[in-house]
């Protein structure tokens, strides 16, 4: 078996979200989600924006935020732009738990999963 592991790369990112996201969370992601069609890319510091405007009752730290947004572009191809302050080590954690299926631009500071 190659790279020793035959999980999907958004089963292994999913894996590791071991808290219960309520609906409205839920919701506001596909909202912006659907709102960036167009370029393909999410930005992790206005997903969580739009989650906290969309679901102000929701109690999730912005790292849990975070950790589920990311889960939630990967499963549509999104490219993703750690710019928040929690995102320098969730870009780690997604590089190492993709690597070699993700490519990670320092320049740009996007993760895209490899072609």
Do not use: W
């Amino acid at each position: 078996m190659l790279n020793g592991s035959a999980l999907s790369p958004h089963a292994q990112i999913t894996k590791s979200i071991l808290f219960p996201v309520p609906e409205a969370v839920k919701q506001a992601m596909l909202v912006y989600l659907c709102s960036q069609v167009e370029g393909r890319a999410i930005s992790t510091a206005d997903a969580i924006g739009s989650m906290r405007r969309d679901a102000p009752e929701c109690t999730l730290t912005d790292k849990q935020l975070e950790l589920y947004a990311v889960t939630q572009a990967v499963e549509q191809d999104y490219a993703i732009r750690f710019d928040c302050n929690a995102a320098e080590k969730t870009r780690i954690e997604l590089a190492e738990s993709l690597s070699p299926k993700a490519a990670y631009d320092d320049k740009i500071g996007y993760a895209t999963r490899a072609a």
